[in-house]
């Protein structure tokens, strides 16, 4: 009788657990910076800037379940640059509740990329303790200054230095077609990929795992080629 009587509260919960969990709404301040250059300070033009807030959860706690936002941008003549403010937004409607999926104190994480400068990626400094859940989120680099360096070697090895960084780019921007949503850092490292065919250097970019795997990225209802027609590639 005891475990008959348990029953209606175990489906209560059950039932009720995904909506507490997918409740949360989460907020982000506005970010302006600039990119300059490392030693001179000189500002950088036409840095492509990429910030994105990314959900993460799973067993361990490091894998990526979705993207809250991501934005683009590029720099300006003094190589500023700015983000709006957003929110309160809720998680996307495909994360699960079984997903734990968080964003953490972190985000955003940002992607700088412009030919010739080695490409960086930067977030908050946080702490392992102090990778928490935050509804509200602000940037460490926000009213700060971004320093690029200018890379110096053969364009091979210039390909090789951006190999992290493109993992880094292809991982973050899995979930759902998120790639789509940064035109602008797309189409920057297809001229990159086109300088390095030119000089018959055989190394790519986060161009061509797009171009290369059409079929993988369509499964979740998203052309490449439709999207490359599109934005003039």
């Known amino acids: ?91 996307p409607s495909y994360i699960r509740w079984v997903d734990d999926a968080r964003l953490k104190s972190y985000a955003p994480e940002f992607f700088l990329f412009k030919s010739g400068y080695r490409a960086v990626t930067l977030q908050n400094q946080s702490t392992e303790a102090e990778e928490h859940d935050p509804s509200a989120h602000t940037s460490d680099w926000n009213g700060k200054t971004m320093p690029l360096k200018r890379f110096t070697g053969t364009l091979h090895e210039y390909g090789l230095d951006l190999e992290s960084f493109n993992y880094m780019l292809s991982y973050m921007v899995e979930p759902r077609c998120t790639w789509t949503q940064i035109p602008l850092m797309i189409k920057a490292l297809g001229r990159q990929t086109r300088i390095f065919r030119a000089a018959n250097a055989r190394v790519g970019t986060f161009y061509d795992e797009l171009v290369d795997n059409e079929e993988y990225r369509a499964r979740d209802g998203c052309s490449v080629k439709a999207f490359l027609r599109e934005h003039g590639e």
């Open 1 to 91: 009788m005891r475990n008959a009587s348990m029953r209606p509260c175990v489906w209560m919960l059950l039932t009720m657990m995904p909506l507490c969990v997918g409740a949360k709404k989460y907020s982000a301040e506005p970010i302006t910076a600039r990119v300059v250059e490392a030693g001179t300070q000189e500002p950088i033009e036409g840095v492509v800037v990429v910030a994105a807030w990314v959900l993460e959860g799973g067993l361990e706690g490091g894998n990526i379940k979705g993207v809250m936002t991501v934005m683009e941008t590029i720099t300006d003549q003094s190589g500023a640059f700015h983000f709006a403010g957003w929110g309160l937004k809720s998680k």
